[in-house]
């Protein structure tokens, strides 16, 4: 039974919704498009002198927080179908009971398959969530000290380069750990 949870989890990890992969591509985008109007509102960059440096950083801010996203949804997923196995099989048990006094009585594979997709399905959602959460405010929280404390002597076009970039870097590089 623990191989099939297995199995399910790595499973509908493994191919995703296509429209999960939307979602982390446009939470990416937006994200990383933020610190533009942090710099072009506060530091007085304007948009038609740096836009291509604009483009170009959120372009690469995007694929890390989105690779950061995939990474962390990955390394959750099955630690929360794990402590949410226990509510899930009631509510589940408690649906088929109600459902299986009107029809006959549904056998046991059937409530252990309804129970593991389930279970699969709310990891899988509150993962998702959670990931998108945990990495938009520790990019967001690396920028602003980035920006204003750590490269606030250099210049604005650098700043921006660097608070960015170096953000969503360790970003992703954070979301590869093991917890």
């Given at each position: 039974?623990?191989?099939?949870?297995?199995?399910?989890?790595?499973?509908?990890?493994?191919?995703?919704?296509?429209?999960?992969?939307?979602?982390?591509?446009?939470?990416?985008?937006?994200?990383?498009?933020?610190?533009?109007?942090?710099?072009?509102?506060?530091?007085?960059?304007?948009?038609?002198?740096?836009?291509?440096?604009?483009?170009?950083?959120?372009?690469?801010?995007?694929?890390?927080?989105?690779?950061?996203?995939?990474?962390?949804?990955?390394?959750?997923?099955?630690?929360?179908?794990?402590?949410?196995?226990?509510?899930?099989?009631?509510?589940?048990?408690?649906?088929?009971?109600?459902?299986?006094?009107?029809?006959?009585?549904?056998?046991?594979?059937?409530?252990?398959?309804?129970?593991?997709?389930?279970?699969?399905?709310?990891?899988?959602?509150?993962?998702?969530?959670?990931s998108i959460f945990y990495n938009n405010a520790l990019f967001?929280?690396?920028?602003?000290?980035?920006?204003?404390?750590?490269?606030?002597?250099?210049?604005?076009?650098?700043?921006?380069?660097?608070?960015?970039?170096?953000?969503?870097?360790?970003?992703?590089?954070?979301?590869?750990?093991?917890?």
């Open positions: 039974y623990q191989r099939r949870v297995r199995e399910a989890v790595v499973s509908t990890q493994s191919t995703g919704p296509r429209s999960t992969s939307i979602l982390f591509h446009l939470n990416a985008l937006f994200v990383s498009g933020l610190p533009i109007w942090l710099f072009w509102r506060i530091q007085q960059l304007e948009l038609n002198t740096y836009g291509i440096m604009f483009g170009i950083v959120t372009l690469v801010s995007t694929f890390l927080m989105s690779l950061a996203y995939k990474n962390v949804k990955y390394s959750l997923k099955h630690k929360i179908a794990q402590r949410r196995h226990a509510g899930v099989t009631a509510e589940v048990l408690q649906q088929v009971a109600d459902a299986s006094s009107e029809k006959k009585k549904t056998v046991k594979k059937e409530k252990d398959d309804r129970v593991l997709f389930k279970k699969t399905e709310v990891a899988d959602l509150e993962a998702t969530h959670f967001l929280f690396l920028t602003i000290i980035l920006s204003f404390y750590i490269l606030k002597n250099f210049s604005p076009g650098a700043n921006y380069l660097g608070s960015s970039v170096t953000s969503a870097c360790v970003v992703a590089f954070l979301s590869t750990g093991s917890n």
